[in-house]
């Protein structure tokens, strides 16, 4: 069975860049799982079209939720951290937010995307070029910390640990 993981920042991301691969992939066979680092929460939004929905967090993952059983994902991981914003945002400096995490504390995501790829064992892993498509913080943090997770996995010396 053919594993591909796909680790991308905010919920949408798959559906703009790789909807149609996802679909064509899955309707292939293979499993399609997806890491989603952030709750999109920076997003914005009319209050009237949150639809009954208490923030445009819980509305995002709502429709990521939506968008990974129309595109057949095996699984989505979601790591629950809060949207960056773009770069030199106020959002930026969230302790919260991916791109503080990927600036402050690195090992932390990068063992959590390690202890994803570990258990999924994918043979393709897809992320975002090293400048996050268009220099979105948190899209380069999910990059930089995927790259370094695709090498780490295979080392059996690095342990991922237990994390929330």
């Known amino acids: ?26 309707d292939d066979g293979a499993e399609v799982y997806l890491i989603c680092t952030t709750n999109g929460d920076a997003g914005t939004i009319p209050p009237e079209m949150l639809n009954g929905y208490n923030s445009v967090a819980e509305l995002r993952l709502s429709e990521l939720q939506c968008a990974a059983q129309k595109l057949g994902l095996k699984e989505v991981f979601t790591f629950g951290y809060k949207d960056s914003g773009m770069m030199g945002a106020e959002t930026n400096n969230d302790p919260q937010a991916s791109w503080y995490v990927w600036q402050n504390n690195p090992d932390e995501l990068i063992q959590r995307v390690v202890t994803v790829i570990r258990q999924i064992n994918p043979q393709v892993v897809i992320t975002f070029n090293r400048y996050g498509g268009y220099g979105h913080p948190d899209h380069i943090a999910i990059q930089r910390a995927t790259e370094k997770a695709f090498f780490l996995a295979g080392d059996p010396s690095y342990m991922s640990g237990d994390l929330p």
């Open 1 to 26: 069975m053919r594993r591909i993981l796909i680790a991308f920042a905010h919920p949408d991301d798959e559906s703009f860049g790789l909807g149609g691969l996802i679909a064509k992939y899955v």
